[in-house]
């Protein structure tokens, strides 16, 4: 969280702690894996799917509801909307799904991308734990995730779809972290995809800065770097 308030800060700074700065959203990449490592666990307390929901609304819309609430009465009567826009302001943002629909006056991304995968999780747990071979299911899901997102690129939602492979890694680090794999190996392998991930970031802001929004590269990286930095 502080990382991205970091990230979101006005300051006036050089070197390193700018860089750091620059990938603050990476703290989004880190909630949204830890959210799919979590969903996991929650849905193995059960096989009722609807008391995996009932805990989810809960907690969510405990913390939501109220914050969102005081952001539409302060943001409505700050902005030019039609009754139309506003109508499609004020459900897409009860519903946390208006960023899917380019709804006006909108909280943010990061609200209907996680309601998205808390829907979508069972889903993908039920894929994980009936699998045999979850290494090859990984692969499966990520291209196909990766697949999807791509008809979103370029468009600003591309910035909450092109995060699911992140929460896939999530849920799949959670359902095989005792890999069959020695334990040096296993830091090994994790050094390696950070280095990596870090090299692809840096040379994207270097040099190849017009790939960063618009084709994710911004946050692509971060499935390699969030696995082992958390």
């Keep these: 969280m502080i990382w991205v308030v970091y990230f979101h800060a006005v300051l006036s700074i050089t070197g390193i702690l700018s860089y750091i700065q620059k990938i603050g959203y990476g ?29 989810r609304m809960r907690r969510i819309l ?8 005081c952001y539409l009465l302060v943001m409505i009567p700050s902005i030019d909307l039609t009754t139309t826009q506003m109508i499609r302001s004020v459900i897409g943002n009860l519903l946390m799904v208006g960023f899917w629909f380019n709804t006006p006056g909108q909280f943010n ?45 370029g468009d600003r939602r591309y910035m909450g779809i092109s995060r699911l492979p992140v ?30 991930g870090v090299i692809v970031l840096l040379l994207c802001f270097d040099h190849y800065p017009w790939l960063l929004y618009d084709y994710g590269m911004y946050w692509h990286p971060f499935l390699l770097i969030t696995p082992p930095l958390c």
């Design 167 to 196: 929460f896939i890694m999530g849920m799949f680090v959670a359902s095989d972290w005792h890999l069959a794999l020695s334990p040096w190996i296993k830091r090994l392998l994790l050094t390696l995809s950070f280095v990596v």
């Design 27 to 55: 703290g989004a990449d880190i909630f949204i894996f830890l959210t799919g490592f979590g969903l996991y666990y929650s849905l193995g307390k059960t096989g009722e799917l609807s008391d995996y929901f009932k805990r």
């Design 109 to 153: 991304w990061y609200v209907s991308a996680l309601f998205l995968f808390v829907v979508i999780a069972p889903i993908l747990y039920a894929f994980l734990i009936k699998s045999t071979k979850r290494s090859r299911t990984l692969l499966l899901l990520l291209g196909w995730a990766f697949l999807m997102g791509l008809c979103l690129i």
């Design 62 to 69: 405990r913390a939501y509801l109220p914050l969102i609430l």
